[in-house]
């Protein structure tokens, strides 16, 4: 247990309970909220205690909701989680070869997080931007054509975007 | 609701493979058809849980709809056509046991429930011998830490009955479904260990498990050594609740009292001694009686909380650790007796403890952790070495070779044979409540009591609650089957809104008669026909009030007060701990 | 005659979204004054005549749904918006939120006003974050200008509306789910009955309809359902925003009288303008992933309801995916079933065996490795599944399948014999793809 809450202490969590509101019903969005909070995109399992303290719910009951949510994380990731849709009509868009962009690009595979924590390359269920496709998802943004300058210039963005921030 | 209920005195007519049957509105399929006298093959259901629906075996074809229907949960309508067997249902319900089957080991000679595995005798029914799907065996880790469950999702087929009793009924919510599609399953909480979950080890997901992912911990091999070891001196006691269940192991009907086949059973198995836990209830009683008298007098902590149930106990550490205080301190009657053979018998017998060895059979698998506790060793020795339960007896009887129904009737031994009618139903739900009743009635009044069935406490509701006058002293009394039940008692003494003094808590709905260690299948009618079995016990029984077993005087008399204080206080006494999840 | 009609999407890029002024300058508001002043049961019989149907997938006729609930007499009932647009190739109802939300919270008050409901909710898929925020803000600005909130235009009719969130999941498409997903559980689909319409928010009756379904009240309440009918075929009243996406020159939304045929949405210079590149079309997928595939010689069927059922296709979400030939049917399906592997709530064995099945069988075929068998048995859970499955992503799993089975059984008997006609499979390298 050494290892959690290097990102998170327990007001923060409350805060955001309370901010969202302590009922049963508002469990995802406070779940998100802290998910982003983190910073690692995850949710430890210490804050999802406090969670379901809060909201008078079995921990099993917030841990089935982490899991069946494919929002969610359990285990911490990067900063900028890019998720790259292979649903048919990106795929048939040629989504594959736009993975391939990624993982060259990032040096990581799917699934996968780059040593400065920094970038996590996963899949995801389509997002909407069928018209654009292929497509990959950054936090609310959705970059769609995807070409290899465009995965590259915007890789160079969000890495920029970090180091100004840090 | 006025709805339902307007519905419910409502007759509806339908037709089932061509036989007509009236059943009133609101009968599901699966329940009509057993009517008509067509089965139909279930896996998720189970009869006393809400429908889930979710294995689709129970498929049935209803005229006029697109789909097959599942039985379980449809009810039917006015003028349906259902038809139960036919070749497309046939085929959808052998198609779908063979995708069940391809997710699911194929080892079945290594399973504990060979053939007594609902699955397992369904895929025989539909002839499964060549699975066509590719078979994919998962290799997930067997939990095995805790001293009283095994959990093995390899198993798993996922109909979600231990989860509806987990989460439902017992409100413990140790063990949830989590994940989704192929990895979805049954999971306590970030996957930790049952021991660091809120799980009460009530073993209520075990008896409700059709297939062999979820089994008590097997002690057996544990009990064969030391009957084969020269050096000890090994006894055995059993609970109240076992006598009136193990016969369903061989096939008799629930509720068929086998006390003396048992007590031969477990001689010929090679125990020195057969006793009775029914003993130490008695013991408990007179323990618990002083103790709610003396909180009544000197206005201590009520209401009184008995403490006999040790998934109760658990869960009240577990979730309520604020209220320990309301627990009784009397140990469990399995724990007294543990304490007494290896100290008062130990003596008596001439045996050093040491060399004693104690084995249990209980309906519980709660018991197999309750005396692994570091504070359950008041003898010097671990007081318990071993709890069975009643499947593992049955189990031992039957890799002996004994004939149970051709075996004589024995009697248990001295010094811990002799016990009471209201020892004996402490294996149901009530059971507890009644017999303390009895006692501290005439210990209050001095006078005989002249109906001893407190009718109010009995039977399989959820809360059952009474007044009893004593001496004038009206005292409230509540009785609590199921930890889902226990859990709004608590919720009230927490608000500060409880006017009982004293309760019962019993971790399984229906007592110690619905075990966690009790017979696979049992439905709440077959509980209800144990619990009917361990009255009429009572009914016969010569002595039937606790303070009236003589030989508990004379443990007394002999032992307890020659003993300092502190130490028989240490013996039958004990203390809890917060464990707040 | 153009064959687009923007009858709900005039305002797309047009007004400042969340700018109640601007949404009125176009008309707004209108049907909700209009409504205010009917009777529940008058709005209803509207959208009787309007024969407008569902626009999430189902297609069930929007005003008997909305007669069954205004029947049951128990309060408070909920108004829930299902903005859970999670169909693989539709993207029309993101449009809504995020360039019209007014009129989807125009309509969903309407709805609240013909109820008598108090709380309405609308469920946003969590990829959708920016358009939530979108959405709150049209909340906001509609309650500050007393088009929402209480004593809405100064009537006794008080309404709100909460903007929640799902997390990933298509599942909660699936009405039931969608309800269990908006009181904070996870959405795997409910046991029925109970009915929503009886049981359903908080066990309370409940309307569920989708973002589309939404934004064409305040359209029928204004012009009447007659006038809105007549813009469709008798049978399918009005417009509808269709999807177009995969190998087609023009991809977008467009919104459409229903009745106009396959092929002038697919190759009409108006609309899809036909394939992207040099191959021909090959066939297409209709309503999302849990719809039928299309193919040439159905090209001529218009676009509605019922012509398209009767050539065993549908609406369904609206979504119109083309493939050329460049696609392996084998290859297409293996995304499709992956989607729904990755969907599938997994608590019935039809859907998470089967599906999981099927996969093993298509990926046998695309490697060459397949039997007559095989097929056979792709055949019998493409049977399976709609029949036995829990709830409609299950039933709907191996339409796709069925469909190209039905129609393009040679493709698959030619991966018998180690062949791919369009040259996808056996070619491949083994990759780390999934």
């Not at chain 3, 008798?234 to 087609?248: F, H, R, W």
Request: charged share 25%; net charge neutral.
């Amino acid at each position: 247990m050494k290892d959690f809450m290097n990102e998170l202490r327990k007001e923060q969590v409350l805060k955001i309970i309370k901010e969202k509101g302590a009922t049963k019903e508002n469990l995802l969005t406070i779940l998100l909220t802290i998910q982003e909070a983190s910073g690692r995109n995850y949710v430890h399992r210490e804050w999802a205690k406090w969670v379901a303290e809060e909201l008078g719910l079995p921990l099993s009951k917030v841990y089935d909701v982490l899991t069946f949510y494919a929002m969610f994380s359990t285990k911490p990731r990067g900063k900028y989680v890019l998720e790259i849709c292979h649903s048919a009509p990106c795929h048939v868009a040629k989504s594959a070869a736009v993975v391939q962009m990624f993982t060259e690009e990032l040096g990581i595979k799917m699934g996968e997080t780059t040593a400065d924590n920094l970038f996590t390359l996963q899949y995801t269920s389509c997002v909407g931007a069928c018209d654009i496709g292929p497509v990959v998802k950054i936090g609310e943004k959705v970059y769609g054509n995807l070409t290899r300058d465009k995965v590259a210039q915007i890789i160079q963005t969000y890495r920029e975007g970090a180091s100004c921030l840090n | 609701m006025q709805k339902m209920a307007k519905t419910k005195n409502k007759l509806v007519t339908v037709t089932i493979n061509g036989e007509q049957i009236t059943v009133p509105a609101g009968t599901t399929i699966l329940e009509a058809a057993k009517q008509a006298g067509f089965k139909i093959p279930t896996l998720c259901h189970h009869p006393d849980l809400k429908p889930r629906a979710t294995c689709r075996l129970c498929l049935v074809e209803v005229k006029g709809q697109r789909r097959l229907q599942t039985a379980c949960n449809t009810p039917v309508r006015e003028g349906n056509e259902i038809i139960t067997n036919s070749a497309e249902v046939r085929e959808a319900r052998k198609t779908i046991l063979e995708l069940i089957l391809a997710d699911h080991p194929q080892d079945c000679l290594k399973c504990s429930r060979n053939q007594n595995c609902e699955l397992q005798k369904l895929a025989d029914e539909y002839q499964i011998r060549e699975n066509p799907f590719v078979v994919s065996a998962k290799n997930l880790p067997l939990e095995d830490s805790n001293p009283a469950i095994v959990r093995d999702m390899n198993k798993c087929v996922k109909c979600g009955r231990c989860v509806e009793v987990c989460q439902e009924i017992q409100q413990v919510g140790a063990i949830n479904t989590a994940n989704r599609s192929l990895a979805y399953g049954i999971s306590t909480a970030f996957e930790e260990e049952l021991a660091d979950s809120t799980c009460t080890y009530c073993g209520q997901c075990v008896t409700v498990c059709p297939v062999g992912a979820l089994k008590e911990k097997d002690d057996t091999a544990r009990v064969w050594q030391a009957l084969n070891n020269p050096e000890l001196h090994v006894v055995v006691q059993t609970a109240p609740a076992v006598r009136v269940a193990l016969g369903e192991e061989f096939g008799q009907k629930p509720g068929s009292i086998t006390t003396g086949k048992m007590i031969a059973a477990l001689k010929r198995l090679g125990f020195a001694k057969v006793f009775d836990t029914n003993f130490t209830a008695d013991l408990t009683i007179i323990e618990e009686s002083r103790e709610l008298l003396k909180r009544l007098k000197d206005k201590g902590d009520l209401p009184l909380l008995t403490s006999c149930s040790p998934g109760w106990i658990n869960f009240i550490e577990k979730m309520y650790p604020e209220l320990l205080k309301h627990v009784s301190t009397c140990k469990s009657p399995q724990q007294m007796f543990g304490a007494l053979a290896k100290t008062y018998y130990a003596d008596k017998a001439q045996i050093p403890a040491e060399k004693i060895f104690v084995v249990s059979i209980m309906p519980c698998t709660a018991k197999k952790y309750e005396c692994t506790r570091p504070e359950m060793k008041s003898s010097g020795y671990q007081d318990v070495d071993v709890v069975l339960t009643t499947r593992e007896l049955a189990q031992m009887i039957k890799q002996s070779g004994l004939d149970f129904a051709a075996l004589p009737e024995a009697e248990y031994d001295e010094p811990f044979g002799v016990s009471t009618g209201a020892a004996t139903i402490f294996g149901a739900t009530g059971g507890v409540m009644e017999a303390a009743l009895r006692t501290v009635y005439e210990t209050v009044a001095g006078k005989t009591l002249e109906d001893l069935d407190f009718k109010m406490v009995r039977g399989l509701d959820g809360i059952k609650e009474a007044t009893v006058d004593l001496a004038g002293k009206k005292v409230k009394v509540a009785v609590a089957n199921g930890l889902g039940n226990a859990k709004i008692l608590l919720e009230m003494i927490k608000a500060g809104k409880c006017k009982y003094h004293f309760i019962e808590i019993m971790a399984c709905p229906g007592g110690c008669i619905g075990g966690g260690g009790q017979p696979f299948g049992a439905t709440k009618a077959d509980k209800e026909k144990r619990l009917e079995s361990l009255y009429a016990i009572d009914k016969k029984s010569k002595l039937r009030k606790s303070h009236e077993n003589l030989a508990v005087t004379q443990v007394y008399d002999d032992f307890l007060r020659k003993t300092l204080d502190i130490y028989a206080h240490e013996l039958l006494h004990t203390y809890y701990s917060d464990r707040k999840h | 005659m153009s064959k687009l009609m923007p009858l709900l999407s005039a305002n797309f890029g047009q007004i400042t979204p969340t700018s109640v002024e601007e949404y009125i300058g176009t008309g707004g508001f209108t049907g909700l004054r209009k409504a205010l002043k009917m009777t529940p049961q008058e709005i209803i019989d509207e959208v009787k005549t309007a024969k407008l149907r569902g626009r999430g997938g189902a297609g069930y006729p929007t005003g008997a749904k909305w007669q069954q609930l205004y029947d049951i007499k128990h309060f408070p009932k909920y108004i829930v918006c299902n903005a859970d647009e999670g169909e693989p190739g539709t993207f029309k109802d993101k449009l809504f939120l995020e360039k019209d939300p007014l009129r989807v919270i125009e309509g969903m008050t309407i709805a609240g006003y013909v109820f008598n409901a108090q709380e309405g909710y609308i469920y946003i898929r969590g990829e959708y974050a920016a358009q939530q925020k979108v959405f709150q803000e049209a909340v906001d600005q509609a309650v500050a200008a007393g088009y929402l909130g209480e004593n809405i235009l100064g009537t006794e009719f008080s309404y709100h509306i909460h903007v929640m969130t799902g997390a990933g999941a298509y599942i909660c498409g699936e009405n039931s789910a969608l309800l269990n997903s908006l009181e904070g559980k996870v959405g795997r689909p409910r046991v029925k009955p109970p009915h929503l319409a009886e049981v359903g928010l908080f066990e309370q009756p409940t309307l569920v309809n989708n973002v589309e379904s939404f934004a064409n009240i305040p359209t029928i309440v204004q012009i009447g359902g007659e006038k809105y009918l007549s813009y469709g075929t008798a049978e399918s009243g009005g417009t509808k925003l269709i999807c177009l996406s995969g190998n087609i020159a023009n991809p977008g939304v467009y919104e459409i009288p229903f009745g106009i045929t396959l092929r002038d949405i697919i190759f009409d210079e108006e609309l899809g303008g036909g394939p992207a590149g040099s191959k021909k079309v090959k066939f297409y997928h209709l309503g999302g992933q849990s719809g039928p595939c299309g193919f040439l010689p159905q090209l001529d069927t218009p676009y509605c309801y019922q012509a398209l059922r009767e050539k065993g296709l549908s609406v369904g979400s609206g979504a119109i995916v083309v493939l050329d030939e460049s696609v392996c049917v084998i290859d297409y399906l293996l995304t499709v079933t992956q989607f729904f592997i990755h969907e599938s709530c997994g608590k019935c064995t039809p859907c998470r065996e089967g599906n999981k099945q099927i996969h093993v069988l298509l990926e046998k075929l695309s490697q060459g490795k397949a039997t007559k068998a095989d097929l056979q048995l792709l055949q019998r859970l493409s049977n399976l599944l709609p029949k036995t499955s829990f709830c409609g992503l299950g039933q709907a799993a191996a339409t796709a399948l069925s469909t190209c089975l039905k129609n393009l059984r040679s493709e698959f008997e030619a991966h018998l014999t180690g062949n791919c006609p369009a040259g996808v499979c056996f070619t491949k390298q083994e990759s780390g793809e999934q």
